[in-house]
């Protein structure tokens, strides 16, 4: 049992490796070892893969691009998400419920549905080919998911916390600032992760938006690169990996938070 | 941003409400509710709930997407559409992965969580390394498959040096093995989300109740089978409700790997695929709007039906 256990983990380990494994030493032989031995091992390690795509300025542009596309995303969803939640968690008025719900069943809109009318949408407010275009509505799609979220979270503080700063002559929306904001640091960093990743891994809204190269995020840059140099598949392996190293960065940094948010989510 | 800047704005600015708040809501908590959550409602109109319904407007036309749409055509693309031979193959396919992903990755993923959740040394690392597909984008992974799983890939270059050049196929063009490929690589992707959410379960189900099954004489797999099982039932009941969404809804892979015109061929095209292919490359606005309709539609009504007779029972427990 104790063996076994060890054993079933290391298979488990090497099957969701393998792939990422051969993507990235993939990228350091040439293509005639690939053809003629494509599960093999580099011999000779050649670097000029990775050097060429390093030192080309496309690369770095989609870097650029998918960079400021999701941090503008992440904190257009942080800061419109915590001040809905507030209001959502704690005040009370008429059509609170149905608002709640609507921003609930936003999850059952994903942006496919939404995807051609959205396209006319932000070719009529002039957007198309700009990040402005690709930023707007990834904001509004992961406000759903930051709510429900963030709900939970803020109505979880104590009400006699919010007693005792009215008694200090602080109102609602100074509490707000002083106290919640604060008090929902973890909740705040959770939802930004999640806002994040799913920006930065976008794939369907930038293909509408995004049809110049100049614009291009990185998932469509990945995408035009492989059916450019579909014959050079040593050269397409190394960008891929390149390319996959700022979310595995970003992922091994904040692990715990993203797997406790998605566990929190779906608990709450 | 510092607490210290934003507490002196906001505490100098606003006067202390401290009378009791009973009799309804006064202009100014109405106004503090419309500037804290208008940003997020407007925001959300216009590129949510403005879209989805503009889709249902849309799909009455016959519209190529130029100038406003005029020519009104009732519910022919709807008629169209269930008359469709492609978008059967299309529904087909979304069930297909919609049972596949639930009959292939549950028991799966739950038996990892099993394994998982004993005492192991490095047991941290191995949940971040099974979780690393999760993050990288699906872009990435439908390249890096599609390479590796091509004729004369490496797969199919491991299969012939151990000996089983039988077993070499074209996973992505045979009709009848791609939609198992497909399934293949989301399980690949997506095994390592269910793993930790069903492990996050467990680590809600109180150790006494274990201990409790072993004093009695129950053996490992009877522990797991009467206790750990039905305790995560609800974690998998919302599991199988993210799953069944995700894959009517699933999009992205498919059109990478297989592209526009193949995934049909190859029996890979969802109904997300079949939108897009007719809807923007076919410039069929009005029509492609129709098929996001039917999606949406077949989408809501299953969620609803979940809700109302799975999820329900587990609610009102919370509750």
Known sequence: ?268 | MTVTEVRAGGGVRTPPPVRPRRRGIGWKQRLEILALSGPAILMFASFVIFPVVMAAYYGFYRWKGYGPPTDFVGLDNYVTILQDPTFHDALWHNGQVVVLSLVLQGPIAVGLALLLNQKMRGQSLIRVLIFVPYVISEVIVGTAWALLLQTNGAVNDVLRSIGLDGLAQDWLANPSLAIWTLMLILTWKYIGFAVILFLAGMQNIPEELSEAAAVDGATFWQTQWRITLPLLGPTIRIWAFLSIIGALQLFDLVYIIWGQYVASTAGTSTMATYMVVEGRNAANYGYGNAVAVVLFTISMIIALVYQRFVLRRDSEGQA
């Open chain 1, 1 to 268: 049992m104790r063996h076994s256990r060890y054993f079933v983990a290391l298979v488990l380990i090497g099957l969701m490796l393998g792939p990422v494994f051969y993507i990235v030493v993939g990228g350091f032989r040439t293509n005639s070892q690939i053809t003629t031995d494509p599960a093999g091992l580099p011999d000779p390690w050649v670097f000029s893969n990775y050097t060429n795509v390093l030192t080309g300025e496309v690369f770095w542009r989609q870097v650029g691009n998918s960079t400021i596309v999701a941090l503008t995303t992440t904190i257009g969803v942080v800061v419109l998400g915590v001040m809905a939640s507030y209001v959502l968690a704690r005040y009370r008025f008429k059509g609170r419920g149905a608002l709640y719900a609507l921003f609930a069943a936003g999850l059952m809109f994903p942006a496919t549905v939404a995807i051609t009318p959205l396209y006319i949408l932000v070719k009529n407010l002039g957007l198309v080919n700009t990040l402005p275009g690709v930023i707007l509505p990834q904001i509004a799609f992961g406000l759903p998911t930051t709510i429900i979220i963030l709900v939970p979270f803020l109505r979880a503080i104590p009400r006699e916390i919010e007693e005792a700063a009215a008694i200090d002559r602080c109102s609602r929306l100074g509490f707000f600032w002083r106290m919640v904001l604060p008090l929902s640091v973890p909740g705040l960093i959770t939802t930004g992760i999640l806002a994040f990743v799913n920006s930065w891994n976008s794939y369907l809204l930038p293909l509408f938006i995004l049809n110049d190269q100049d614009g291009f995020t990185l998932p469509l840059g990945v995408q035009a690169f492989a059916s450019q140099y579909s014959v050079d598949t040593a050269k397409v392996l190394a960008f891929t990996s390149l390319s996959m190293i700022p979310a595995l960065v970003f992922f091994s940094l904040f692990e715990r938070r993203i797997v406790g948010g998605l566990t929190g989510a779906v608990k709450g």
